[in-house]
């Protein structure tokens, strides 16, 4: 199977995100991103905002519907941020996260500057809480939601990261502070493996396990201990504790790659950016 049906192999009922988005167009020739505003503004209040990365080979809207923004997000007056990866070659639109994934034409686009720029240009029209900036994505999505943490920690208040990865080689990812990390994988996802696997674009690159991932994360933030408890009966939810940031990994016990939103993912994971904001 070819790495697109494999990428895009996602099944999931994915609702259109149905609150009106405005277009800007950023410092980066040819890259803008759109932006959904929460229906309540209050002057004088700045408000958290939600940067949505989109898996390999889809785009901000249908992953917006994933996350269902507009019924869980925008109605916690969440600013949501939709930006666009490019488009290679072969007309796939990716984000080139790390070696492991996704920029398999090897034209290496600065997405760290873009996303830069957009959050500059989001920062400076609305009024959003730069100390209260959150990312999420899915699959290639997950693995840029990391990667900008990594390299813009000073920006990223928390990730949660679905069906994603970091670099293999820990070295390359040297946040500036501790991050609030969520890790969401389930342990049968046969793309992006639960216990680390090779390169998702045909290289020798590697990415590691999503435990060791989170023990990274933990690790950053000082975390001292863990615990373990049931979140549902399918998902185990692993609690690093004692850090100055929190880090958990959920992980769905034979879930695959196409972890279902219909489970009230979308939800938990609003939960779980509200405990740290």
């Not at 759109?34 to 229906?39: E, G, H, V």
């Not at 000073?154 to 990261?161: D, H, L, M, P, W």
């Not at 004692?242 to 879930?255: D, I, K, N, Q």
Request: glycine share 10%; net charge neutral; proline share 6%.
């Amino acid at each position: 199977m070819g790495l697109r049906s494999r990428l895009t192999a996602f099944a999931l009922v994915l609702l259109s995100c149905r609150a009106k988005s405005v277009e800007h167009p950023t410092a980066v020739p040819g890259r803008g991103y759109r932006i959904l505003s929460p229906k309540q503004l209050e002057e004088g209040r700045k408000l958290p905002a939600l940067v949505v990365l989109h898996a390999f080979d889809t785009s901000a809207q249908t992953q917006a519907g994933y996350f269902d923004v507009d019924r869980v997000f925008l109605s916690r007056s969440f600013f949501v941020v939709l930006p666009e990866g490019k488009i290679d070659p072969d007309g796939h639109r990716f984000w080139n996260a790390t070696d492991a994934c996704c920029d398999q034409h090897g034209a290496r686009p600065d997405d760290v500057g873009y996303l830069d720029a957009v959050l500059d240009d989001a920062l400076a029209r609305y009024p959003i809480d730069p100390s209260r900036v959150f990312f999420t994505g899915v699959s290639n999505g997950g693995f840029m939601a990391q990667r900008y943490a990594c390299d813009r920690a000073e920006r990223v208040r928390g990730f949660a990261s679905v069906s994603g990865a970091l670099w293999e080689d820990l070295a390359k990812c040297a946040p500036s502070k501790p991050v609030a990390a969520l890790l969401i994988h389930g342990d049968a996802d046969e793309i992006v493996r639960y216990d680390g696997g090779t390169s998702l674009i045909g290289t020798s690159a590697r990415y590691p396990a999503a435990p060791v991932a989170a023990q990274f994360w933990a690790t950053r933030a000082g975390a001292t201990g863990r615990a373990t408890t049931r979140l549902t009966e399918d998902t185990e939810a692993q609690t690093f504790t004692g850090g100055t940031a929190p880090v958990e990994l959920w992980t769905l016990r034979g879930g695959g790659h196409s972890i279902p939103r219909s489970a009230g993912l979308p939800k938990r994971i609003a939960e779980f950016f509200e405990r740290v904001r």
